[in-house]
């Protein structure tokens, strides 16, 4: 179980190595569509799509499952690493396959993610200082409003009191006592 982690960690960083390269130059992909396609059904050269950059899940799966598959075959003949004749192997060889795939979509979150935080960071910025601006005028309006209601409060307290009669001398006045 040790090794299969550290496998399938491995598997995730070539998928994002993979990703990335493929990011960048697509020149296998080109090459293998103009060996395969006729004039008219080649890519146009401003296509960024490669084996895996931009692709959907089928085909990504497809290609990474079958260079693996190729990779295996020959290690399997043409070494004494014997993948296939245990479950072991192809447990790993499982796992290889879907880290490399878990690897190209965590590669492809961070590559927009990226992209989209340099297209908003000027955006960014001017709503960061909005909202920096209305916080502060929030603060005064609290603190307004704080020392309004204070003031309220006092000038309750400092009204003095007129002297009035008590209710004896009330009574005595309309004559009851």
């Not at 085909?59 to 296939?84: D, H, K, M, Y």
């Not at 709503?127 to 307004?144: C, R």
């Amino acid at each position: 179980m040790g090794i299969e982690l550290v496998i399938f960690i491995a598997s995730i960083l070539f998928g994002i190595l993979l990703y990335w390269r493929e990011s960048n130059s697509n020149a296998t992909y080109r090459f293998v569509n103009k060996l395969v396609n006729s004039k008219e059904l080649q890519m146009k050269p401003t296509d960024k799509k490669g084996f895996i950059f931009q692709q959907a899940f089928l085909p990504r799966l497809v290609f990474v499952a079958a260079s693996f598959l190729v990779i295996a075959v020959i290690l399997q003949f043409l070494t004494p690493i014997n993948i296939f004749g245990s479950y072991n192997g192809i447990s790993i060889f499982c796992s290889i396959i879907v880290g490399t795939l878990v690897g190209t979509y965590l590669a492809n979150f961070v590559i927009k993610s990226t992209k989209v935080i340099e297209e908003q960071s000027d955006s960014l910025e001017d709503k960061i200082q909005d909202t920096i601006e209305k916080g502060k005028d929030f603060i005064e309006d609290l603190k307004t409003k704080e020392s309004d209601v204070k003031e309220a409060v006092n000038e309750v307290k400092e009204e003095p009191k007129t002297q009035e009669k008590s209710a004896r001398e009330r009574l005595k006045d309309k004559g009851l006592m």
